[in-house]
T-cell receptor, first 115, second 114 residues
C-alpha cells in the first residue's frame, strides 16, 4: 500500500541550529515528492517539490530537500533555523501515473524552536 | 489573485444537519481536492476532481458529496453531519500533469458537530 511516514512527531531545536526532518515513502514507482509547512491556524504552503533531475532541490525560506531513491527518502533540511520556522511540516507524495493529481500526506512533524 | 477561498471559516452543526462547505479558486487550475485534517493523522483525501464535470472518491469519502460544475468551484456537501466529522477541512487546487506543480491550499474550515 502507498504510504508516507514521518518518524518524528515532534522536534525541538535551538535557534541557529541545523534541522533535518525525515520522510520515508512506500510507493510502486518514484512519485512526485513535496514538503509543505503549516503555521498555526493557517493552510498549507508549498516549500519545495521534486519530480525529476537533480536530487537536491531548493525551496523557499532557505529549505532544501534531498531525494534518495535507494532509501525511499526525501528529508528536509535547513542549515540555520529561525524562530519563525516553528510550525508543522508535512511530507507528501503524488503519483506520476493515472490522471488523478492525488496526494498522500505523512502525519506531520511539529517543529519547536528554542531561543 | 485571491487563490483558494473557503467559506465559512468556522461552523457548528448539530448531528443530522446538512451543510455545504464552499471552495473557489481563481487560478484556472484543473485539479481540486478536499482534505480533512485530524490531530496525528495528517491530511486525508475526501474527494478530488481533475476537471469540470469529473470527480472521484479519495480515502475517506463516506458522508460527503461533491460536484464540479465549473472549473472555479468545488463545494463539499455533508449529507447528515456526525460527530466523527468534526475536523478542519481544506480545499486545494493545482495544475499541470498529475498536479505535479504542488497544490495551493485554502485557509480551512473548522467544523464542529455536536
Amino acid at each position: 500500500a502507498q504510504s508516507v511516514t514521518q518518524p518524528d512527531i515532534h522536534i525541538t531545536v535551538s535557534e541557529g541550529a541545523s534541522l533535518e526532518l525525515r520522510c520515508n515513502y512506500s510507493y510502486g514507482a518514484t512519485p512526485y515528492l513535496f514538503w509543505y509547512v503549516q503555521s498555526p491556524g493557517q493552510g498549507l504552503q508549498l516549500l519545495l517539490k521534486y519530480f525529476s533531475g537533480d536530487t537536491l532541490v531548493q525551496g523557499i525560506k532557505g529549505f532544501e530537500a534531498e531525494f534518495k531513491r535507494s532509501q525511499s527518502s526525501f528529508n528536509l533540511r535547513k542549515p540555520s533555523v529561525h524562530w519563525s520556522d516553528a510550525a508543522e511540516y508535512f511530507c507528501a507524495v503524488g503519483s506520476r501515473y493515472g490522471n488523478t493529481g492525488k496526494l498522500i500526506f505523512g502525519q506531520g512533524t511539529t517543529l519547536q524552536v528554542k531561543p | 489573485n485571491a487563490g483558494v477561498t473557503q467559506t465559512p471559516k468556522f461552523q457548528v452543526l448539530k448531528t443530522g444537519q446538512s451543510m455545504t462547505l464552499q471552495c473557489a479558486q481563481d487560478m484556472n487550475h484543473e485539479y481540486m481536492s478536499w482534505y480533512r485534517q485530524d490531530p496525528g493523522m495528517g491530511l486525508r483525501l475526501i474527494h478530488y476532481s481533475v476537471g469540470a464535470g469529473i470527480t472521484d472518491q479519495g480515502e475517506v469519502p463516506n458522508g460527503y458529496n461533491v460536484s464540479r460544475s465549473t472549473t472555479e468551484d468545488f463545494p463539499l456537501r455533508l449529507l447528515s453531519a456526525a460527530p466523527s466529522q468534526t475536523s478542519v477541512y481544506f480545499c486545494a487546487s493545482s495544475y499541470g500533469g498529475q498536479g505535479r506543480n504542488g497544490y495551493t491550499f485554502g485557509s480551512g474550515t473548522r467544523l464542529t458537530v455536536v
